[in-house]
């Protein structure tokens, strides 16, 4: 077997091909064109996107050529929902959502040298289809009873589902036609949601053409509990900045769950397996010290927002817990951070800690807050507050506007001057 299917069948992400032993023997063989696709149904991609991008920097790091495709003219049908029709966005809106996922995806790959990456939009070759073109030279390729049988389409049937949805899998099967005579692609990637279509457009090469083309599937981000991998109470973690702030970001991965973090070493890390194991290892001798979440949030958040940004977090999250100076931290980032926690806001004249205490939730009332200050157990900026009536100084206000509240070791609030 190939390294490349070897890494990935180690690491527990193979999850489906067509034929394992001629796709080996193509990847053994010299350079394979291979692509994923990406529906622009938002203006970013979010951490379950990591998986297949990851996936693709995999291939190209063994020496292969990734295509990436956005799709501007599948975006335009929309985000498939599981029970419901997918949503139509105006195509300036989606024009405009292209642009910033092919700008994320660019920094994953490499675009110079032997094995470059090349960026593909499917609305180029999409906008010339007719639908004479469509159902003269592509429906006659598909059967309605094996394009029933499609888990996409089969789970739908119950519900309902209409002629847009059932035919989007016509529309994929397309691109990789179009870019195995464009490009010379013969592989495509996707999660294992995806087999019926990716075969789907294998099996329309072999059907137009006469050639021969290669499907593999990832095992799909799970958590623990079987529940999708990438969403929060407060709804997706983004890669853009913007919708997610690194800090957010990096704290998503250092609270994953014990138990999700061996798989998500496996299938996100570039670290070598002996030395994931012993992360591992060193996991399970000390859980509290949360080991591995540290090294896979470092690593993540390096590779979507840089060093420079995943130092600052780092900074901050000690900072906070009185392993730093908050003074130090820039207002960017620690506006960031103090956005995850409990607020209370005040005004001046500045207030009593005890008051601040008790308004942000960090004491359930006064007098609780008082017994908090009087046992020690109070701090502002992580210095600790010993006298019961002292209040807010305007010393203590980080960048003029901001004070960090602690009770005890972890128990952190934010305090906001208007």
């Known amino acids: 077997m190939s390294a490349i299917l070897e890494d ?5 992400l193979l999850a489906q091909t067509t034929d394992i032993d001629a796709l080996s023997e193509a990847l053994a063989a010299g350079p394979v064109t291979f692509y994923t696709g990406f529906d622009p149904t938002a203006a970013s991609l979010h951490v379950g996107h990591l998986m297949q991008v990851l996936t693709m920097r995999r291939f190209q790091d063994a020496g292969h050529k990734p295509l990436a495709l956005v799709g501007g003219a599948t ?12 949503m139509l966005n105006d195509p300036s809106v989606v024009a405009g959502w ?37 159902l003269r030279d592509l429906g006659k390729h598909f059967s309605v009873n094996r394009m029933l049988d499609k888990e996409a389409v089969s789970a739908r049937l119950a519900t309902g589902i209409s002629y847009t949805e059932f035919s989007y899998q016509i529309l994929q099967a397309n691109d990789y036609l179009e870019l195995y005579r464009r490009h010379g692609c013969t592989l495509q990637l996707g999660g294992s949601d995806q087999w019926g279509n990716i075969t789907a457009g294998a099996d329309l090469i072999r059907r137009v053409a ?16 079987g529940t999708k991998f ?5 709804g997706a973690v983004w890669l853009d900045p913007a919708l997610t702030s690194p800090y957010a970001f990096y704290q998503f991965w250092l609270n994953s769950d014990d138990r999700d973090v ?11 397996l002996d030395e994931i194991e012993a992360l591992e290892s060193d996991s399970r001798e000390r859980p509290a010290a949360r080991i591995g979440q540290r090294a896979l949030a470092e690593e993540l958040t390096t590779l979507v927002h840089g060093a420079g940004e995943c130092a600052a ?29 409990p607020r209370a806001k005040a005004s001046r004249p500045l207030p009593a800690v005890v008051d601040l205490l008790a308004d942000s939730g960090l004491c359930k009332s006064r007098s609780e807050a008082r017994r908090a200050v009087q046992e020690g157990g109070a701090y502002v900026n992580n210095a600790r507050v010993t006298d ?18 602690r009770r005890g070791k972890r128990s952190l609030a934010a305090v906001e001057v208007g």
């Open 313 to 341: 977090v780092v900074a901050a999250s000690k900072a906070l817990f009185g392993q730093g100076e908050l003074a130090g931290l820039d207002e960017g980032t620690l506006r960031s951070a103090l956005a995850e926690l």
């Open 230 to 234: 990438g969403k929060t109470e407060g």
């Open 210 to 225: 006469g050639g021969h083309a290669h499907a593999l599937t990832t095992n799909l981000l799970l958590k623990s509990d």
């Open 262 to 272: 061996p798989t998500l070493l496996r299938y996100l890390s570039f670290r070598p």
């Open 388 to 405: 019961v009536e002292a209040t807010l100084g305007e010393d203590d206000l980080l960048h003029g506007r901001w004070a960090v509240l």
């Open 98 to 134: 292209v642009g910033h996922i092919r700008g994320q995806i660019e920094r994953f790959l490499d675009f110079e040298g032997p094995h470059a990456a090349t960026m593909v939009n499917n609305l180029d070759w999409t906008s010339q289809l007719s639908a004479i073109d469509l």
């Open 8 to 12: 990935l069948r180690a690491r527990g």
């Open 75 to 86: 975006g335009l049908i929309g985000d498939p929902k599981p029970t419901a029709e997918r």
